[in-house]
């Protein structure tokens, strides 16, 4: 899905470089000032040291718990997806606010909220009021994917935390594990990705569990499932729903702590864990490029980078757009 981009400032005030400025003229103005908002060095003067402040963090979280940075990972994810990078699936529930977290595709699933506040509680002491929360998401996940041996990139910032949520987005707009090949498409390109991106960014499966829930239906009666990967799931996923619904199993068998690219040469095997995922080399558009990826990991790790930055773009809030919380749990 292609999107035009507004004019840059600089195109837009030569453009309107008479005496009066027209409504359009400024409105142009607007449009190009607040694209250039984010950038790898919004912070380089109010908080120069935040990159290395959220690094230790995260570091520290997944020396204790390596699947935590497929965690953090997945949250940037199911943020982006919902109205853009806003920080607003880390809301709580309040008795007057109905955030996203017990949206069907974060309930009992979506983790690693401790881990955030740790991490802006970190930065809040070198530069409170600074950091929004839609950023240190995206730092946390490059910093999650290079520390399990993933590619790095500069992640853009500037982003500012939105004051509201939405459980019903989060439930339409988050692909589900069911999904088939046009579905999964289809979600991408409702936030502006294609069909590479989608491709390069589920490689993100190569890290990280999921539970019985998800896969059960694929272990017992699907058939584009290699044998033994279905008896070794089947062992700790039993038929019966609401027994084990949450026992994790590793979406790659091969390295599940490891960034890297066994998650494609899985698929070339039929040993895709979750239905979407298998729906990827199915017979369908996109078996050509999880070849290229399963046989070329430098190709699909500058596709990968090119879709989270591609992603962490999706509409964030900038300017005098939301706030900066003190917290990441509620609203200030």
């Known amino acids: 899905m292609a999107f035009s981009s507004p004019p840059s400032s600089s195109s837009s005030s030569s453009s309107c470089s008479v005496a009066v400025l027209s409504l359009s003229c400024i409105l142009l103005l607007l449009l190009g000032s607040t694209d250039a908002q984010l950038s790898t060095n919004f912070y380089s003067k109010t908080c120069p040291n935040v990159f290395t402040t959220v690094k230790s963090q995260v570091q520290a979280a997944i ?146 569990q999921a539970r019985c829930t998800n896969f059960r239906t694929r272990i017992y009666n699907e058939t584009n499932l290699d044998s033994s990967l279905a008896k070794t799931r089947q062992s700790n996923c039993p038929r019966t729903v609401g027994s084990g619904d949450n026992n994790l199993a590793p979406l790659d068998l091969q390295t599940p702590t490891k960034f890297d690219n066994n998650y494609y040469k899985n698929l070339l095997q039929n040993k895709g864990l979750l239905h979407s995922d298998q729906q990827l080399f199915n017979g369908g558009s996109t078996d050509s490029l999880v070849r290229t990826y399963g046989s070329n990991p430098s190709t699909f790790t500058s596709d990968f980078v090119a879709g989270m930055i591609k992603m962490g773009d999706i509409k964030p809030l900038t300017g005098s757009s939301g706030e900066i919380r003190k917290n990441c749990r509620k609203i200030n």
């Open 63 to 208: 020396n204790k718990e390596a699947r935590m940075g497929a965690s953090l990972l997945r949250l940037f994810f199911h943020d982006c997806f919902v109205n853009g990078c806003d920080g607003s699936i880390l809301l709580d529930d309040t008795s007057t606010f109905t955030g996203e977290k017990n949206a069907a595709p974060n309930k009992n699933s979506a983790r690693g909220f401790n881990v955030v506040d740790n991490i802006k509680s970190a930065v809040e002491k070198v530069c409170p009021g600074v950091v929004s929360c839609a950023d240190l998401l995206a730092i946390t996940a490059r910093d999650s994917t290079v520390i399990l041996g993933g590619p790095s990139w500069n992640v853009k910032v500037g982003r500012r935390d939105a004051r509201t949520a939405s459980q019903a987005a989060a439930n339409n707009s988050i692909p589900p594990p069911t999904s088939n090949l046009n579905n999964l498409i289809s979600f991408f390109q409702n936030v502006g990705l294609s069909t590479r991106d989608m491709v390069a960014l589920s490689g993100s499966h190569t890290i990280g």
